[in-house]
Structure formats: structure tokens, C-alpha cells
Nanobody, 130 residues
């Protein structure tokens, strides 16, 4: 079954760190731009970061810039999201998605994402609380 699988979520105290993984099953991530998104209750889905397939360029939403880092390991067919200095408002379900096209970024609005969504993962819960 072709799918993306997120892992690495959990409960962490404010100021702590987590590393999320997005692993591809039965397809190769090399050719895809990968975006990380989150969805918290009562809020719209938010694009957090994107990494391109062509040159590995990275893009971040203003809300996570300087705290989160996206990276990819094509040998492991996995993309990571390193999250540092976590805040209670980072609590959400985190998803990754894949697109054969480029990353979307709007510097004026501070938004990032994908233009299309070929695959979505099932999500992993991140809870930041003391």
C-alpha cells in the first residue's frame, strides 16, 4: 500500500524538543516535495514547512521559523521535522504530505505548503504541556 507514515509525536514540556519522521511506503520520496502541516481543534490547518525535491530548498512559516527544521534523508526515504523550543500553542496533530510539484511559499503572508497533495499521512499527535 502506497502511503506516508508519520511518527515521533508525543507529550513534551514547554521548551522541549521532538523530531517527527515522515516515511514513505512503496514509493520513492526523492521526486516529491514534502510539506509538514498541523491541525489543532478549532483552528485551520496550517502549513509549517516544505522541502523541495529538486535542490532541497527549505521553506518555513513565520510561526515556526527559527524553531523548526525540515530535512530529508533520501537513503532512508524519510523526511524529518526537528521541533525545538516547543510552546503550548504548538499542540496539534501533525501531518506530512507529498507532491510532485514545487513547494508553495508566500513570504508576504508568511505561509508555506504544497500546491497539490498526492499523498497524506495519518498524522501524529504533538502535545506541549507542563
Amino acid at each position: 500500500q502506497v502511503q506516508l507514515v508519520e511518527s515521533g509525536g508525543g507529550l513534551v514540556q514547554p521548551g522541549g524538543s521532538l523530531r517527527l519522521s515522515c516515511a514513505a511506503s512503496r514509493f520513492t520520496l526523492d521526486y516529491y516535495a514534502i510539506g509538514w502541516f498541523r491541525h489543532a481543534p478549532g483552528r485551520e490547518r496550517e502549513g509549517l514547512s516544505c522541502i523541495s525535491s529538486s535542490d532541497g530548498s527549505t521553506y518555513y512559516a513565520d510561526s515556526v521559523k527559527g524553531r523548526f527544521t525540515i530535512s530529508r534523508d533520501n537513503a532512508k526515504n524519510t523526511v524529518y521535522l526537528q521541533m525545538n523550543s516547543l510552546k503550548p500553542e504548538d499542540t496539534a496533530v501533525y501531518y506530512c504530505a507529498a507532491d510532485l510539484g514545487p513547494c508553495y511559499s508566500d513570504y508576504d503572508q508568511g505561509r508555506v505548503g504544497l500546491y497539490e497533495y498526492d499523498y497524506w499521512g495519518q498524522g501524529t499527535q504533538v502535545t506541549v504541556s507542563s
